[in-house]
């Protein structure tokens, strides 16, 4: 049973800083998951802000692009999201994922969230 924690969310001023972490635990070796970072603000659907292949390729939402930094640490078993510039718009819970693909099903995993407010 694959568990993912996030950790790191808060408040904080528009301009600031926040990095989010995830844990991963059970399941197989965390090399192979794919992972990423998702946020669902109030009344919008969840959507996709970072992610990162095994391989270490990483793909970012555009309104995220130069702001946000995806990273991963296999030995640790965590990945990071390390938040720049934030604004107002970006206040959301954010979700870890984990996700395989394995004879054509993806499998994915996530985390209970942490929320993230941007505000003065």
């Known amino acids: 049973q694959v568990q993912l924690v996030e950790s790191g969310g808060g408040l904080v001023q528009p301009g600031g800083s926040l990095r989010l972490s995830c844990a991963k635990s059970?399941?197989?070796?965390?090399?192979?998951?794919?992972m990423g970072w998702y946020r669902q603000a109030p009344g919008k659907q969840r959507e996709l802000v970072a992610a990162i292949t095994s391989g270490g390729r990483t793909n970012y939402a555009d309104s995220v692009k130069g702001r946000f930094t995806i990273s991963r640490d296999n030995a640790k078993n965590m990945v990071y999201l390390q938040m720049n510039s934030l604004q107002p718009e970006d206040t959301a819970v954010y979700y870890c994922n984990a996700n395989t693909l394995d004879v054509g099903i993806r499998t994915n995993y996530w985390g209970q969230g942490t929320q993230v407010t941007v505000s003065s």
């Open positions: 059970g399941g197989r070796i965390f090399s192979i998951y794919a």
